[in-house]
């Protein structure tokens, strides 16, 4: 997929930045926020997550497991010249980076998660639709009012406009499974932000993981927007300049 690169700024620093980016989505929903925060002096990481960037097909031959490793990997990456890694996880990016912190026992010095899904808008309904006639659909396509057919959304996010309804499933064992009960291990300093009025993850899901991450230093920021990908905001400068603050916050 055109604009689908990994994104990696060297910038020389003991300071760096791994932003993982959301379900069926690329790096490219970082590329100003990349720059921003490289601007600021920080090496800056926006790793393919495993299935993502190439065709709705390689997603399917992926499991939950694959996504978690590449997250892994990137972070290894990263470490090698940075002795302090900040975590900004994007939708479900944010649940991946949640696992690999509960995995690393909470060695990374922060988690920033945008948008991170807990329920959904419709959730119940999107379950029980998945879980009865989805069996027989390989795919779901994502709304036409969102999503052009050339992978493309109306703002130009680089993303698959379908998802296989088997990566979907996985999608949400995962957050049953892995993210809900795993909220209390996490101990790092976290900045849980979420669009006011989010049009695919419930605003509750921002509630429901400040309440129950095991951080004693936790922060909730209610971002106005109508997308569900905040970094791609006309206000985007304002969120930017909020997860620096927190970044500056948390160094202190």
């Given at each position: 997929?055109?604009?689908?690169?990994?994104?990696?700024?060297?910038?020389?620093?003991?300071?760096?930045?791994?932003?993982?980016?959301?379900?069926?989505?690329?790096?490219?929903?970082?590329?100003?926020?990349?720059?921003?925060?490289?601007?600021?002096?920080?090496?800056?990481?926006?790793?393919?997550?495993?299935?993502?960037?190439?065709?709705?097909?390689?997603?399917?031959?992926?499991?939950?497991q694959d996504w978690v490793n590449?997250?892994?990997?990137?972070?290894?990456?990263?470490?090698?010249?940075?002795?302090?890694?900040?975590?900004?996880?994007?939708?479900?990016?944010?649940?991946?980076?949640?696992?690999?912190?509960?995995?690393?026992?909470?060695?990374?010095?922060?988690?920033?998660?945008?948008?991170?899904?807990?329920?959904?808008?419709?959730?119940?309904?999107?379950?029980?639709?998945?879980?009865?006639?989805?069996?027989?659909?390989?795919?779901?396509?994502?709304p036409p009012r969102l999503y052009?057919?050339?992978?493309?959304?109306?703002?130009?996010?680089?993303?698959?406009?379908?998802?296989?309804?088997?990566?979907?499933?996985?999608?949400?064992?995962?957050?049953?499974?892995?993210?809900?009960?795993?909220l209390k291990s996490i101990k790092?300093?976290?900045?849980?932000?979420?669009?006011?009025?989010?049009?695919?993850?419930?605003?509750?899901?921002?509630?429901?993981?400040?309440?129950?991450?095991?951080?004693?230093?936790?922060?909730?920021?209610?971002?106005?927007?109508?997308?569900?990908?905040?970094?791609?905001?006309?206000?985007?400068?304002?969120?930017?300049?909020?997860?620096?603050?927190?970044?500056?916050?948390?160094?202190?």
């Amino acid at each position: 997929m055109k604009g689908a690169k990994p994104i990696f700024i060297d910038k020389k620093s003991k300071k760096g930045v791994l932003m993982i980016h959301g379900f069926s989505s690329t790096p490219d929903e970082f590329k100003e926020l990349a720059v921003y925060l490289a601007g600021k002096g920080f090496n800056v990481s926006a790793p393919l997550v495993a299935g993502h960037g190439t065709n709705p097909k390689d997603l399917i031959k992926t499991t939950p497991q694959d996504w978690v490793n590449s997250v892994k990997t990137a972070y290894s990456e990263l470490k090698e010249n940075s002795q302090n890694i900040f975590i900004i996880g994007n939708s479900f990016g944010s649940n991946l980076s949640l696992q690999i912190i509960k995995e690393l026992e909470n060695e990374p010095s922060a988690i920033i998660t945008l948008g991170a899904p807990i329920f959904l808008r419709w959730h119940k309904l999107f379950i029980c639709r998945l879980y009865s006639y989805g069996f027989l659909k390989r795919y779901y396509r994502k709304p036409p009012r969102l999503y052009k057919t050339d992978f493309t959304d109306m703002i130009d996010e680089v993303t698959y406009p379908k998802i296989p309804t088997k990566s979907l499933r996985q999608f949400f064992t995962f957050i049953k499974k892995q993210t809900r009960p795993n909220l209390k291990s996490i101990k790092i300093p976290a900045l849980v932000v979420h669009s006011d009025t989010d049009p695919v993850v419930n605003p509750k899901s921002a509630t429901y993981i400040y309440e129950h991450l095991g951080s004693d230093f936790k922060r909730i920021y209610w971002f106005r927007s109508k997308y569900h990908t905040a970094t791609i905001d006309e206000n985007r400068s304002e969120l930017f300049n909020k997860i620096f603050d927190f970044i500056k916050e948390v160094k202190k």
